[in-house]
């Protein structure tokens, strides 16, 4: 029998029932807060770095082993109510044939950046195949995670599509901005095949074990939200639509989405996260429609701040708790993904402060 992602049924065998992070993102509010940190497994360990010594980027994102202990490790040393899978936006593009690497200290630099019809006519397709090593690793973290839950993720449509487009990171996205007005039919299918692999993507990472997906938008925040309701939610609705049926959590993320908030809610994800510039009650206030139940919400600590001194994180973490109280549950992050330069310390003494909170 072939071993491939579509073939296997979806791994029943861990019993996840008192899982805090699972009981709020379906809108139950769990006796303790749940906690979990964007990019917690990342370059702020050093077990981590010790690990990835000699060995690229790309090379860890493709090696079922590293994958499993990389994502393993800020489980271990910070109690973490979740484990994010050890991956990047930009693993299903390089498993699709796409040259793109990752630049240490830049990001994801792309050989020949895509900006007409014909080089979008020639990207290819992400067969579920090419993701079989990726996926291994997602069945290794499953037999060894214990009752922790694990989050799998993809790159937004827009937030690929930016570092396509663009040819590496932007801080201004002219490029994709220009293009995606000066020929919206080009990018409307740039973005419907950005939105197939990362369908493609979350799909096989569900079917090999995960038990949540985020769908991370991060540059969103730089659109209007005329520009987000035209050129991003169909295809960002699209992506979380074409996964409703594996019914697993699905959490939807972008940085300064303050003026996009209602329709990130409208894409259709089970939990929108918030960063830092939006308190989490007036999320809330811009999340919730006329008649719809109330948001569950994730965030939302200024990353920056946990470099500041204890009193000051503390009281920051009880202030976004008590926001949090504003939604149906609340999932604690930070605003954004954890900082290289952050003492893991004061990670783990955030999750416990935040585990002596109800949930
Ligand atoms: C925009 C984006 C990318 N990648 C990702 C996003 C969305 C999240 C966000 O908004 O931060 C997603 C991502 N990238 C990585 C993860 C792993 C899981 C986690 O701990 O959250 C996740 C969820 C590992 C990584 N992704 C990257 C690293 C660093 C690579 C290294 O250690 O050599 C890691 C651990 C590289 C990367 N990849 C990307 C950037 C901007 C960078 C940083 C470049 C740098 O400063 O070195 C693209």
Redesign the pocket.
């Known amino acids: 029998m072939s071993t491939t992602a579509q073939s296997r049924p979806r791994t029943a065998h861990r019993d996840l029932a008192g899982s805090p992070l699972l009981a709020a993102a379906r809108g139950r509010r769990p006796a303790r807060l749940p906690v979990w940190f964007?990019?917690?497994?990342?370059?702020s360990l050093p077990e981590y770095r010790a690990l990835?010594e000699g060995v690229p980027?790309m090379k860890a994102c493709f090696d079922p082993e590293m994958i499993a202990e990389i994502t393993l490790q800020p489980v271990r040393r910070h109690g973490v109510d979740a484990a994010?899978?050890?991956?990047?936006?930009?693993v299903p593009l390089v498993a699709a044939g796409i040259d793109v690497d990752?630049v240490?200290?830049?990001?994801?630099v792309v050989t020949e950046p895509v900006r007409d019809a014909a080089a979008v006519r020639r990207l290819p397709v992400l067969e579920p195949e090419r993701l079989e090593p990726v996926l291994d690793g997602t069945r290794l973290l499953v037999e060894r995670l214990g009752e922790t839950p694990l989050i799998g993720?993809a790159?937004a449509p827009f937030?690929l599509a930016s570092y396509l487009i663009e040819g590496g990171?932007s801080r201004t996205w002219e490029r994709t901005k220009a293009l995606m007005h000066s020929e919206p039919a080009v990018w409307h299918d740039l973005a419907g095949r950005l939105a197939e692999m990362a369908v493609t993507f979350l799909r096989g990472q569900v079917e090999a074990g995960a038990d949540a997906v985020q769908l991370?938008d991060?540059w969103a925040g730089a659109l209007t939200l005329r520009e987000y309701r035209e050129f991003v939610l169909p295809h960002s609705a699209r992506v979380l639509g074409a996964i409703a049926d594996l019914d697993v959590p699905r959490i939807h993320f972008g940085?300064g989405t303050g003026e996009i908030l209602s329709a990130m809610r409208d894409a259709g994800a089970d939990v929108v996260g918030v960063d830092w510039r939006v308190p989490l009650d007036e999320a809330v206030r811009r999340l919730t429609a006329q008649g719809e139940p109330v948001p569950v919400v994730q965030g939302n600590l200024d990353p920056a701040l946990l470099h500041a001194s204890w009193p000051v994180i503390e009281a920051q973490v009880r202030r976004i708790a008590g926001e949090g109280r504003a939604a149906a549950a609340h999932i604690f992050n930070l605003g954004?993904?954890v900082m290289p330069n952050t003492d893991p310390d004061v990670l783990t003494r955030v999750v416990e402060l935040v585990h002596s909170l109800e949930g």
Not at 84 to 90: L, N, Q, Y
Not at 104 to 108: D, H, I, K, L
């Open positions: 964007m990019r917690q497994a990342g370059r990835r980027m994010i899978f050890f991956s990047d936006i930009v990752l240490p200290g830049t990001g994801p993720f790159g937030t990171p991370f991060s940085v954004h993904g």
